[in-house]
Every structure is written in C-alpha cells, then in structure tokens.
C-alpha cells in the first residue's frame, strides 16, 4: 500500500517539529483538533489498527495534550496518521457472458457466467450512489412490465449478501438479475467510452416541444437552450416490450428490451435483456447519439448502417474483457481466432430463435471482397461490411502480435503442431488478445470526436480512426494503422477524393496558417473551460459544454471573415437569396446567415509514452433551405467538427473536419437519396411521423 506509507512518512517530521515546541500554541491548535477528530473519525470506523480504550490508544489520545518528548507526543504523532479507506474502484458483478443458452450447452455452460467489474458509482462524500433498481448517476433501470402492468422488487446491489457474491448468481428466473444484468453491462459500456474520450459521456439533451415542431437550427444557441433539457440519467426497462425486439429511444431518453416465448414448443421465454450483445449494442446507441445528434438522419445510405456497425463494434470488442472466454476460443481455434466463433458472433441466442441457422449478425463474414461496401445497400448488410473490416484489422493486429510467440512455441516454423495448447501459452496469447482487442476499442470510440457533424460515410470513418490514433500514437510500432487502411481497402471502404491511399495521405489535413482566425488561440485558452473530464460532476461538464458553446458561437460571430468561414463549411455571405443557391434561411440581425455551436467538449487522451493531450473539439452546423426541380423546399445542412489545440505557438484549428453547407452537388446528392430507393422509404419512417422511433424500426427487421 504505498500511498498510506507515504502519507505517514510525510506526517510524521511536522508531528515532531510540533511537540518541540510547547510554547507556541497558535499553530499547534489546529494541527490537535485535526487529530482529536481523527482519532474519533478511527473510533467509530472500526479501524482495526485502533488500540482497545484505555490502552493509550485512539480513544485516549483525543483528550491527551501533547507535551514535549514525553510518550503523549510520540502517541499524537502515531495518532496522526490514519489509513485512508477510500471508496473500492470497482463494483463486481456476474453476468452472463454471451446469452443465457450457452449455458444450457455442456461445452459453454462453464464460460458463460462472467464477473463484470464497473465503477463503484460514489458521491463527492464517499457516499454510494447507487440506490436500489439499479438507480445510479447514469442509469436507471425501472422494471415494470407494460403488458402484464407487473413492477418488479428493483435489487438493492448494496445489500451485503449480493456485495459479498458480486451480485446475484445468473438466473433467467430472477427478474433482479435481469435489472444486475442491464446496468452491469451498460456502466462497463459507458466506461469504455469515458476511457477512450477522456470526458464524462452525457446522454443526448430531450429536446422540449413547445406547442409547435422544434427545429434546433431555426434559434439561436440561447433560444435552443432554452428548449433542450438535461438528461442526467438513461431509464433502461428491462421488460418493456413482449416482442422480439430491443432499442434505444431518443424522446424517452430509455433503453428498452423485449422478451418472446422461444418457439421451440416449450413454454420458455427468450430475454433480450440477458444477452450482453444486446445490451452493449443499444446502450451504443444512446451513446453515440449523445454525441452526434445528426447521425439519426439518413443523408445517404451509410448513416444508419453506421450506427448499427459501430454498436456492433463495441459488442464484439467488449466480449475480449472476459478472460475465460477469450481463453477457450484461443484453445478451440488452437492459437488462430480466425476460426473462433463463438466471440464474434453476435446475439446468439436472439438469432438461433428467430430460426437462423447463424447468430443474428456474423462479424466473420464472406472472405474480403473490393465490391463488398459498393454492393451492400440494406443497413444491416452495409453495416456488417464495416464490422467485418474492423474485426480484419483487429485480427491482422492480433496476428502480428502474436508472431514471435508462436515461432518461440513452434521451434521457429511459427506453425503449432496437433494437441492441444500449452496452458501458459494459451494465457499469452489471451493477453495479447485483450490487449489488442482493447487498443481496437479505444482507436474506434475516440474516432468519433474526428467525424462531421453531419452526412457521415465509411470513408470517413476510416479517416478519423487513422487520424485519431496517428494524433496520439506517434509510432505505429505494431501496424495498426497500416491493419486498417487494408482491411477496410479490401472491402472497397476507400475515400474517393484521394489520388493515393496511405496512412499520410488518409489524414485528416490541418488548416492553412492563413485560414486560421486570428486571435482564436488567445480565445480558446483564455475562455473555454476545460475543467470537466472523467472525475468532474456530469452536470458541470453540460452546463460547461453549453456555457462554452455560446461564448465561441459569439466569437465566431463577430470574429470571423466571410472567406475563413468557408474553409470551415460555413456560410457567413451577406448575399441575397436571390443569388443562385445562394443562401436561403434565417439570418442574424446584422443579415448574416445563422449558424449553431452545439458542443464545446475537452478530450483529455493519454498517448503510450504518457504524454496527456487535452483537445477541444466543438461542433457547429449551419442549414440552408434549397428548392428543388420540382420546386418543392428542402432543408439541406453543412458544418464543420472541429479539433481544436490549446498550446502556445501552434495553429489553433489542428482539424476542420467539414461538410460544406453551401455545396450545390451535395444538396442534389442528399436530396436524391431522400427521394429515391432506401432513402425514400427511410425518410418516410423518420421524418413524417414524429412518434416513429427510429431505432425501434430499424431493429424490426432483425
Ligand atoms: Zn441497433
């Protein structure tokens, strides 16, 4: 325990230097009622280094005065010293680690119950958070079953019993396990996220109608705010449905999971809420939409595809934290996870219900093929393209690690002979399993602070992955950006617009010296608070957030010349309408084009050679209404992320990452698509009927 020992060490010369001198009663006062209430503090809480009373311990010490030399002095300055007890770092609980059905199978049944560790949710006191349901700083899991109008006893998880056995055992009978389930699998989502962004994750703010449609562009940032609430904690209902479904709905801030009889003739039913796929997919969801709201719309066929690829990312990556499986993979596929399935598949159990012969979504898909991403159109076989090229990275990442291991195990051919592993050579490779798994994770989470805030696409994806990590990793010593430039090249997720494909060439490419605003660098580090990170109070990060949003968005407005504003994606021409294409939409007093600040975030990252990098990165958008062949009007919306570096001497704009509102081609573009084909009936589901929820039907057609 070093830092109790340090903390001694450090007390004890100035416990001396104290007792010396008798004489000089000021400052010593405060340092004996500090530890008269110390002693006290040990009394109570039952420390176990506390002497009986009576015994010239704690108890006694706190009406002792100290005198000089005598063994009053030497017992004040043991009883200045404590242990500190602080709250435990994680909360462990069981889950089932794929989905309940493995355990009914002999080959899984001793793999399937995992320990999940999550943070041990505390309050500034040291006082747990977490009430009975779970309810906690981030979630609450509220059990009532609408069908049956059933509410369920919510698990108090402090209770001794379950904080002396990690929780409830797994269960498909217990409905608290299912409440365990859902919050154990969730917190270890958020946590992955708040890793690898460096901030504290808040939930998209509800969106307050007032008697009329809401359009977020049509107000200023004041005006919007005041229309938009904080959602402090996600509801999560783990029997909300009886269907065969489970999603993320934006207007109820809720996560909602469905349960269905199996169909197999028996009387069993099949929880969604126990499979950790499903639970780490929808919680995704409401993650990324937290941060880009615009993702929801479909501009072109990429965006709803991502969101489900990228929920499926975290699923199948999150499955490389529980070791005992990762291990019996590695001896199944014997040292090859390119022949393991059971990690890879997805919701097996949802899948092998709904009568599939394969789990509902297989990373491991059909070998690469350069026509995959141009071939695919329906969401969920577009998205499996980019899982599958992800999981390829990871496993071309995993097999460069793990090289000089099997070449040491083979005798030098790098070929293991037939038997079964070593043990100790199965632990390794698990190891670097993880450890990649876990690399994997972080580069594909921390990538969205590098995405537009609107239209997204692969490509683009592929860019802010290379970009972020090249942004923090300087030497790329095990190829991982090199791992995804091919495999998503071999799935023919390339970016059009470059001449030539390399890791240099994918990056995102920083602003001119002369593009950059001047005095936008005295501006961000005099006024932009970047004080909310992982430790911070959620609630201070969003109004901090908001608070810094409208203090750039009044820079940007007084401060920024027409001709910069359009290396940022923005409009900021006093041109009249009738210009052709010109720019059509509300404008500011001064006749300007309005556009929207909605977030100024830090991201506080720490590269491998322990350099820690805080960044900002703000979101802006701008919408322009632009009439058709047809004549009819449509909203067409452009802006720019930008990534913005707080040092002395450098370029304040390291990334504008845009998409340029007053572009004509892709005002066309995006209104083609809304109008034909998938995007047609997609824009159907979505903006016609405002209580359509959109992940509810996107999920329909599992
Ligand atoms: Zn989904």
Redesign the pocket.
């Known amino acids: 325990m070093p830092i109790p020992e340090f903390t001694a060490m450090a007390k004890r010369p100035a416990a001396r230097k104290s007792a010396a001198k008798p004489g000089k009663r000021t400052p010593e006062r405060p340092v004996r009622r500090h530890a008269a209430r110390k002693a006290q503090t040990v009394r109570r809480g039952k420390q176990p280094a506390a002497a009986p009373p009576g015994a010239g311990g704690a108890s006694q010490s706190a009406s002792v005065r100290p005198t000089a030399g005598g063994p009053a002095a030497s017992a004040s300055a043991t009883q200045s010293r404590k242990i500190l007890a602080p709250p435990p770092p994680n909360r462990r609980l069981q889950i089932f680690a794929t989905d309940p059905g493995s355990s009914r199978r002999l080959k899984t049944a001793f793999l399937n119950t995992a320990t999940a560790e999550v943070p041990w949710e505390t309050a500034p006191d040291s006082r747990s958070l977490l009430q009975p349901g779970p309810v906690g700083e981030y979630l609450e899991v509220v059990d009532v079953d609408p069908a049956s109008g059933v509410a369920y006893e919510p698990v108090d998880l402090n209770h001794p019993f379950l904080l002396a056995q990690d929780g409830l055992p797994p269960s498909e009978g217990n409905p608290q396990f299912h409440q365990q389930m859902v919050y154990a699998v969730a917190m270890q989502t958020i946590r992955h996220f708040e890793q690898a962004l460096g901030r504290r994750v808040l939930w998209a703010p509800r969106r307050i109608a007032q008697g009329q449609p809401v359009s977020a562009d049509s107000a200023s940032v004041a005006q919007t705010a005041a229309r938009e609430a904080y959602v402090r904690r996600l509801r999560i209902s783990p029997h909300g449905l009886r269907q065969a479904n489970a999603?993320?709905s934006p207007q109820k801030a809720a996560l909602l999971f469905g349960y269905f009889p199996a169909g197999d003739g028996s009387r069993r039913l099949v929880f969604t809420s126990l499979s950790h796929d499903i639970i780490a997919?929808?919680t995704t969801?409401a993650l990324l939409d937290g941060l880009h709201r615009r993702y929801q719309e479909p501009t072109n066929r990429d965006v709803l595809a991502f969101?489900?690829a990228f929920?499926d990312i975290v699923a199948i990556f999150q499955h490389f934290t529980f070791p005992e499986l990762l291990r019996f993979q590695i001896e199944q596929a014997h040292g090859d996870l390119r022949k393991g399935k059971l990690l890879a598949e997805l919701a097996q159990e949802f899948g092998h219900t709904l009568g599939r012969t394969d789990a509902l979504r297989s990373a491991i898909g059909t070998p690469p093929s350069p026509g995959d991403y141009a071939a695919a159109t329906e969401p969920h076989d577009l998205g499996t393209v980019l899982v599958s090229a992800v999981f390829d990275a990871f496993l071309a990442i995993y097999a460069r690690r793990v090289e000089d291991l099997l070449r040491i195990a083979s005798g030098g051919s790098g070929i293991l002979g037939a038997g079964a592993l070593h043990p100790d050579l199965v632990g390794r490779l698990a190891d670097e399993a993880t450890r990649a798994a876990r690399h994997v994770l972080t580069i594909c989470i921390r990538a969205l602070d590098y995405m537009p805030p609107v239209d997204p696409t692969f490509p683009e994806y592929l860019r802010a992955l290379i970009t972020a990590d090249s942004d923090l990793v300087a030497n790329d010593r095990y190829g991982y950006r090199v791992a995804f430039l091919e495999a998503f090249g071999n799935r023919g997720i390339i970016p059009n617009e470059l001449h030539t494909l390399s890791v240099g060439s994918l990056r995102w490419q920083t602003l001119d010296e002369a593009a950059q605003p001047t005095g936008l660098g005295n501006f961000i580090r005099k006024e932009i608070n970047i004080s909310g990170d992982v430790q911070s109070d959620r609630y201070q990060s969003y109004l901090a957030a908001r608070v810094n949003a409208r203090k750039l968005h009044d820079w940007l407005d007084k401060e920024l010349q027409p001709g910069i504003a359009r290396a940022l994606g923005l409009d900021r021409e006093l041109a009249g309408p009738d210009k052709p294409d010109g720019y059509v939409g509300r404008r500011d007093c001064n006749g300007r084009p309005r556009f929207e600040v909605h977030s100024v975030r830090p991201a506080r990252r720490s590269s491998p050679d322990g350099d820690i990098r805080t960044d900002i990165i703000a979101v802006i958008t701008q919408h322009r209404d632009v009439t058709d062949d047809a004549g009819a009007v449509y909203t067409f919306r452009g802006g720019c992320t930008l990534v913005l570096d707080r040092r002395e001497g450098m370029p304040p704009i390291r990334y504008s990452i845009t998409k340029p509102v007053y572009s004509v081609a892709d005002a066309k573009r995006v209104r083609n698509y809304q109008q034909t084909g998938l995007g047609l009936d997609l824009n159907a589901l979505y903006f016609e009927d405002s209580q359509s929820e959109p992940?509810a039907l996107?999920?329909s057609k599992f």
């Open positions: 999603y993320y997919h929808e969801h969101h489900e929920a992940f996107l999920h």
